[in-house]
């Protein structure tokens, strides 16, 4: 069954950095695209970014675009989320998120998400 | 940038059914996906590319789209259907994902 294990999530101060780590098993990881989507605590849902299954297309919301970078290592079966120069809006839950397409179509298996509290 | 426009709150009695709406503009263009999220659980699809259900999903659930709105529709509903429920498209002309503002379902 697919797995989406993720890591890496703490307590920062702002204008630090993190890596979130995403270890996937139970498909064909490098066959799929991979998102990271967010959930501020008590709010809904938003979409961090995206990429591709070989990790060539990557798109991002307006708001992480320059800080944030999404990567993938298709040999571990891993994917990362580099977050530079954290604010405190990120503060949130960050999901690993698979889509069923090489690309974008929707959400279709989520792990169960890694706290980032961006806090002075 | 592209909006999606959801209900904050809808409540219904058992067996009753709920109705989720979803508005934004040229909706009937995109594919609208509905995920259901648990209080203290990860989001699960329900619905995708319009009315499209997962395996596992009942056929209580299902989705459909007319005009400007596309809509959850929960047949019969039941204590274990309460939850937060997302709609989402994919905007082409910026690349972004788009979720609606959510909907708390509440079983009276």
Known sequence: QVQLVESGGGVVQPGTSLRLSCAASGFTFGSKGMHWVRQAPGKGLEWVAVISYNGVNKYYRDSVKGRFTISRDNTKNTLFLQMNSLKTEDTAVYYCVKDPSTLIRFFDYWGQGTLVTVSS | ?108
Do not use: M
Request: charged share 15%.
């Open chain 2, 1 to 108: 940038s592209y909006v999606l426009t959801q209900p904050p709150s809808v409540s219904v009695a058992p067996g009753q059914t709920a109705t989720i709406t979803c508005g934004g503009s040229n909706i009937g263009t995109k594919g609208v996906h509905w995920y259901q999220q648990r209080p203290g659980q990860a989001p699960v699809v329900v619905v995708h590319d319009d009315n499209d259900r997962p395996s596992g999903i009942p056929e209580r659930l299902s989705g459909s789209k007319s005009g400007n709105t596309a809509t959850l529709t929960i047949s019969r509903v039941e204590a274990g259907d309460e939850a937060d429920y997302y709609c989402q498209v994919w905007d082409t002309s910026s690349d972004h994902a788009v979720f609606g503002g959510g909907t708390k379902l509440t079983v009276l």
